[in-house]
T-cell receptor, first 110, second 115 residues
Framework: KNEVEQSPQNLTAQEGEFITINCSYSVGISALHWLQQHPGGGIVSLFM???GKKKHGRLIATINIQEKHSSLHITASHPRDSAVYIC????????????FGEGTQLTVNP | NAGVTQTPKFQVLKTGQSMTLQCAQD?????MSWYRQDPGMGLRLIHY???????DQGEVPNGYNVSRSTTEDFPLRLLSAAPSQTSVYFC??????????????FGPGTRLLVL
């Protein structure tokens, strides 16, 4: 079983819909990261959080440390949000290493 | 700032050939790392460094070599390329604050095809 599990693996939405991507982890962590990767493109860090909630524009990330679960929400989705979203965690036992989920492929249709 | 740069963007190798993937950053980050990304496997850590002269192995280090002679550069060497090393390689860097991972900045990636 992977230490970091994401769901769903694939998600198709209509423009304007509210989107949620989930991430569960099975190890103790010091931080959780959400990354975005556009087709054929590089990887961009969206959020790093260790507790609570962060918001950036239409993106919201939350984490529940007790339940070992995080969610990434996209409000008023747009076709330009189409990308792979990757959850990753780091923990004190492994120093600065990141452990990644397999990613969620999001497609937003106009 | 150029951020994290990688060269080449694309490379084709024959089995047994060696090559070096270049990575450089101009943000004075202590931490640098190399990942490979394969379909169905996600990103996996190959090697990492927490400062000049200090490197360590990640999850999949076999067949790869690294060195860190300066803060800016972190080259990845393929000693004898194999088809299993066909992948997309990403370099990343961040500030290092001990066990807590800081936000990582990724390079644009290098697509490697080994025939």
């Amino acid at each position: 079983k992977n230490e970091v599990e994401q769901s769903p693996q694939n998600l198709t939405a209509q423009e304007g819909e509210f989107i949620t991507i989930n991430c569960s982890y099975s190890v103790g962590i010091s931080a959780l990261h959400w990354l975005q990767q556009h087709p054929g493109g590089g990887i961009v860090s969206l959020f790093m959080l260790s507790s609570g909630k962060k918001k950036h524009g239409r993106l919201i990330a939350t984490i529940n440390i007790q339940e070992k679960h995080s969610s990434l929400h996209i409000t008023a989705s747009h076709p330009r949000d189409s990308a792979v979203y990757i959850c990753a965690v780091s923990n004190r036992a492994s120093g600065s290493r990141l452990t990644f989920g397999e990613g969620t492929q999001l497609t937003v249709n106009p | 700032n150029a951020g994290v740069t990688q060269t080449p963007k694309f490379q084709v190798l024959k089995t047994g050939q060696s090559m070096t993937l270049q990575c450089a950053q101009d943000m004075n980050h202590e931490y640098m790392s190399w990942y490979r990304q394969d379909p169905g496997m996600g990103l996996r850590l190959i090697h990492y460094s927490v400062g000049a002269g200090i490197t360590d192995q990640g999850e999949v280090p076999n067949g790869y070599n690294v060195s860190r002679s300066t803060t800016e550069d972190f080259p990845l060497r393929l000693l004898s390329a194999a088809p299993s090393q066909t992948s997309v390689y990403f370099c990343a860097s961040s500030y290092y604050r001990g066990p807590v991972q800081e936000t990582q900045y990724f390079g644009p990636g290098t697509r490697l095809l080994v025939l």
